[in-house]
């Protein structure tokens, strides 16, 4: 394998500046038959495809951050009995609230925990959220489940992301600041606007943001298969996306959500389903107005997120800092900016769209996957929904951290949403 070595992107440089633990995990729920050994075998054949997955951050004197590969061993396996759902869920919140070992030259910013017995295994795949995104974690999959069926496949490496460290097209790079004095600039006003706006000084909201243990809570639902062709359906006839509907649905409790915006085509070079960070995002500020329909308010929703999908907009923050401003300004600049961006109550709907068309195998020879959910273990307290279709049935996974949060209103957000869904599939049915 070619050794790696570069400095890390603008993207990824930013998402490092907000500190650890800042993990992306999924549980995969395995029925069948999955030994450690197969696994380990598939994971190497990913570290073969997909470099940043046999990678780690150094930096040097300077105070440069790099990609690396140099001494980077395996991805490390933790083993475990399968017992029920709970265990696993313990495991999954370890994951979550366990930092990586940036000091360790021997291990990447990848981990995976296989919980297993002869009828059902549960995976948990944990990466460092600086080498990937939504997206990225479900192409792995797919990848993960060719490699188990077909050990002896030959794997082509992507170098795409190995020496590249410019990713932004020229239009937005030249808007992007050269040195850190504007960053430094901007961060004492939003301080001071912060303080003017709610009260609190900066290292208030840099307390506050301390992440607790056993904190994430999961609230999770599903349309069966006839409800998602329905809603699919009417949202063609009535010609508004599906997002936009599960946005609009979560309105009325919310009027600040930021959609998840994949950048792959919008690079400087074509990046294809290499695994990494390719990702940014797009805020809608909406008030959901009763006098007017639901599909009037989900029109109106998809209008403003068009306008949000603009360089413009998706690139703002990027426009604001540079890989030459020092990590330590950039962690006091992510907390305030977002809480100002998000009003105190950052809320994001991450839609990976149908599994099935992405073409993973979720039935094989030997194991079938039944389900999956994700979480993001964001300092900042964000609610985030992760919605995707597979098997024709469209799921939702509802996330909030306990201690930031009113339990009652959680759980009430998550149910008005899903009944305010199943509302329009009745009067349309």
Not at 9 to 23: A, K, R, T, V
């Amino acid at each position: 394998m070619i050794l790696m070595k570069r400095k890390l992107n603008d993207l990824e440089y930013l998402n490092l500046s907000l500190g650890q633990p800042y993990n992306l995990v999924i549980v995969l729920h395995i029925t069948g038959s999955l030994s450690n050994n197969e696994l380990k075998i598939a994971l190497r054949k990913a570290q073969e495809k997909h470099p940043l997955l046999k990678a780690r951050i150094e930096a040097d004197d300077m105070g440069t951050y790099w990609f690396t590969s140099k001494d980077v061993g395996d991805i490390p396996i933790e083993t475990a009995e399968f017992e029920n759902d709970s265990k696993t869920s313990k495991f999954f919140l370890k994951n979550l609230e366990k930092p990586f070992d940036m000091g360790d030259p021997n291990q990447p910013l990848f981990r995976v925990t296989l919980l297993h017995s002869l009828e059902q295994n549960d995976v948990i795949l944990c990466a460092q959220h600086t080498i990937t995104d939504g997206l990225s974690m479900a192409l792995l999959t797919r990848d993960l489940v060719e490699f188990l069926n077909n050990p002896d496949i030959e794997v082509t490496p992507l170098n795409s992301p190995m020496s590249e460290e410019d990713i932004f097209p020229p239009k937005i790079r030249k808007k992007i600041p050269n040195s850190a004095f504007r960053t430094k600039i901007l961060l004492l006003f939003l301080g001071i606007y912060y303080f003017l706006k709610y009260g609190k000084k900066k290292k208030e909201i840099l307390h506050d943001i301390d992440y607790k243990e056993d904190d994430l809570r999961l609230l999770s639902w599903n349309l069966s298969r006839d409800e998602t062709d329905l809603l699919i359906q009417l949202c063609k006839q009535k010609e508004v996306s599906v997002h936009s509907v599960v946005c609009t649905a979560f309105l009325p409790d919310i009027s600040i959500i930021n959609n998840p915006v994949n950048l792959r085509e919008r690079l400087s070079y074509p990046i294809g389903e290499a695994f990494g960070l390719y990702a940014s995002g797009a805020v809608v500020k909406m008030k959901y107005k009763e006098n007017y329909d639901f599909w009037s308010n989900a029109k109106k929703y998809q209008r403003k997120l068009r306008l949000s999908l603009r360089d413009k907009k998706v690139y703002k923050i990027h426009k604001m800092v540079h890989t030459g401003v020092p990590i330590k300004i950039l962690k006091d600049l992510a907390p305030l900016f977002l809480e100002i961006a998000s009003h105190q109550e950052a809320f994001a709907i991450t839609n990976l769209g149908s599994l099935d068309r992405m073409g993973i195998e979720l039935d094989s020879k030997n194991f079938s996957i039944d389900s999956f959910y994700g979480a993001i273990s964001f300092a900042m307290g964000a609610i985030t929904v992760l919605v995707y279709t597979m098997r024709g049935k469209m799921f939702f996974n509802f996330h909030y951290l306990e201690s930031r949060h009113d339990i009652q209103r959680m759980k009430t957000m998550a149910e008005s949403a899903k009944s305010r869904i199943l509302d329009l599939l009745l009067k349309n049915n």
